[in-house]
């Protein structure tokens, strides 16, 4: 995985919010999706981990968001936590995800990836957390994948030209989105390498061609 993208692990992150301002409208969900890489380079969606969360003190709610999603914020049911405690549960696992997989940091997979990024990194800035484990500006984003590879930018739309089934109910749950992605993205970098894309790091090239054939 750290040959295949220089280093970087991507991670599929889906945000939920009370707007569009990251500096001054609520996180209320955050999903993050680990992609895996079996030992033949196909990628793979793995474990999703998702948190509900509370609006941090003094966060704008705008109701045409709220309505567009179906959450309600102060709902009991939705076991929400505050900001520090949700990053920290999403971080960790990406962290160790990181390691394992010898990469040196994350970097963050979303559709319109600037928006996930940015309430991402405002979030952890209010919580005052040192160790985001996410590239400070580079991110992967798959509405411009999904643009070149499928003609098309729309998360359901994209998936379906994709061939992945898509519901128009489960949508808008960070979890959701964020699944759905993933499959998109592993499916696009999947099809790229099919086509015979990503072709072997230069050293490695020039190592294939001086070596003999069995045969000889």
Same mark, same amino acid.
């Given at each position: 995985?750290?040959?295949?993208?220089?280093?970087?692990?991507?991670?599929?992150?889906?945000?939920?919010?009370?707007?569009?301002?990251?500096?001054?409208?609520?996180?209320?969900?955050?999903?993050?999706?680990?992609?895996?890489?079996?030992?033949?380079?196909?990628?793979?969606?793995?474990?999703?981990?998702?948190?509900?969360?509370?609006?941090?003190?003094?966060?704008?709610?705008?109701?045409?968001?709220?309505?567009?999603?179906?959450?309600?914020?102060?709902?009991?049911?939705?076991?929400?936590?505050?900001?520090?405690? &949700?990053?920290?549960?999403?971080?960790?696992?990406?962290?160790? &995800?990181?390691?394992?997989?010898?990469? /040196?940091?994350?970097?963050?997979?979303?559709?319109?990836?600037?928006?996930?990024?940015?309430?991402?990194?405002?979030? &952890?800035?209010?919580?005052?957390?040192?160790?985001?484990?996410?590239?400070?500006?580079?991110?992967?984003?798959?509405?411009?994948?999904?643009?070149?590879?499928?003609?098309?930018?729309?998360?359901?739309?994209?998936? /379906?030209?994709?061939?992945?089934?898509?519901?128009?109910?489960?949508?808008?749950?960070?979890?959701?989105?964020?699944? /759905?992605?993933?499959?998109?993205?592993?499916?696009?970098?999947?099809?790229?390498?099919?086509?015979?894309?990503?072709?072997?790091?230069?050293?490695?090239?020039?190592?294939?061609?001086?070596?003999?054939?069995?045969?000889?």
């Amino acid at each position: 995985m750290a040959r295949r993208f220089r280093g970087f692990l991507p991670v599929v992150v889906d945000v939920e919010t009370g707007g569009f301002n990251s500096r001054t409208d609520a996180l209320l969900e955050v999903a993050a999706v680990l992609i895996t890489m079996d030992e033949d380079g196909w990628l793979q969606r793995g474990e999703t981990i998702s948190q509900h969360v509370k609006p941090f003190e003094g966060a704008n709610l705008e109701q045409s968001a709220l309505d567009f999603t179906g959450i309600d914020p102060w709902a009991e049911d939705r076991g929400a936590v505050d900001e520090t405690e &949700a990053l920290r549960e999403v971080f960790n696992p990406i962290r160790k &995800a990181v390691k394992s997989h010898d990469c /040196k940091r994350a970097v963050l997979v979303g559709h319109n990836a600037t928006f996930d990024h940015n309430f991402v990194f405002a979030a &952890a800035e209010r919580a005052d957390i040192k160790r985001n484990p996410f590239h400070p500006f580079s991110t992967f984003d798959t509405a411009t994948l999904a643009g070149l590879a499928y003609g098309h930018t729309v998360l359901a739309e994209a998936c /379906k030209r994709a061939g992945l089934e898509f519901s128009s109910r489960e949508a808008h749950s960070a979890a959701y989105d964020a699944e /759905k992605t993933a499959d998109l993205f592993c499916g696009i970098v999947n099809r790229w390498k099919a086509l015979g894309g990503f072709p072997l790091p230069q050293a490695e090239a020039d190592g294939a061609r001086t070596e003999k054939p069995d045969s000889e």
